[in-house]
T-cell receptor
Framework: DTGVSQDPRHKITKRGQNVTFRCDPISEHNRLYWYRQTLGQGPEFLTYFQNEAQLEKSRLLSDRFSAERPKGSFSTLEIQRTEQGDSAMYLC????????????FGQGTRLTVV | SQQGEEDPQALSIQEGENATMNCSYKTSINNLQWYRQNSGRGLVHLILIRSNEREKHSGRLRVTLDTSKKSSSLLITASRAADTASYFCATDEYSNSGYALNFGKGTSLLVTP
């Protein structure tokens, strides 16, 4: 197992376009998180899944953002009608799901909206 | 929203010195974790301390937790240039939906040779 994998690593898109990112968690990890991080800031929580169920979604997340984890394995994060303010690093993490366990992060997808 | 607040925001020391970073949080937690991030990379877990623990060690790392003050500290002893990175605390807090992991804004550590 090679850890959490995110694809693509970099994405440049024009304002108004839709983008989709993929995250493959560590096998058998029940919990999957999405975060957004801008320069000089900590990761900002977006949403998380317990298996295929989306349990929590940040109030800061607009309706343009949607995430899925259809079979409880990989996850996708879609941003519709991108805006320049969406430019950030999007991080995915997974954990076994039990209490008191660490999260394992992918390398992130860097989105630039021009 | 971000739960933890690290202090200082930036820290510059020389190799061999100790580095101390602090984290304060607002709500009750299940555990508190520290992560490290090298520039432009993902986060790497360093250490986890449970809410019923007061101190924990891992190699050159020492973490303390004071739940009455809602604060934690990370001490890196005998620092090395390779320790240069951003350090984040994260609180694992329970909500109606289960556990959510929330990060602070981080401390940027620079260790010069």
């Amino acid at each position: 197992d090679t850890g959490v994998s995110q694809d693509p690593r970099h994405k440049i898109t024009k304002r108004g376009q839709n983008v989709t990112f993929r995250c493959d968690p560590i096998s058998e990890h029940n919990r999957l998180y999405w975060y957004r991080q801008t320069l000089g800031q900590g990761p900002e929580f977006l949403t998380y899944f317990q298996n295929e169920a989306q349990l929590e979604k940040s109030r800061l997340l607009s309706d343009r953002f949607s995430a899925e984890r259809p079979k409880g394995s990989f996850s996708t994060l879609e941003i519709q009608r991108t805006e320049q303010g969406d430019s950030a690093m999007y991080l995915c993490a997974s954990s076994p799901g039990a209490a008191n366990t660490e999260a394992f992060f992918g390398q992130g997808t860097r989105l630039t909206v021009v | 929203s971000q739960q933890g607040e690290e202090d200082p925001q930036a820290l510059s020391i020389q190799e061999g010195e100790n580095a101390t970073m602090n984290c304060s949080y607002k709500t009750s937690i299940n555990n508190l974790q520290w992560y490290r991030q090298n520039s432009g990379r993902g986060l790497v877990h360093l250490i986890l301390i449970r809410s019923n623990e007061r101190e924990k060690h891992s190699g050159r790392l020492r973490v303390t937790l004071d739940t009455s003050k809602k604060s934690s500290s990370l001490l890196i002893t005998a620092s090395r240039a390779a320790d240069t990175a951003s350090y984040f605390c994260a609180t694992d807090e329970y909500s109606n939906s289960g556990y959510a992991l929330n990060f602070g804004k981080g401390t940027s550590l620079l260790v010069t040779p």
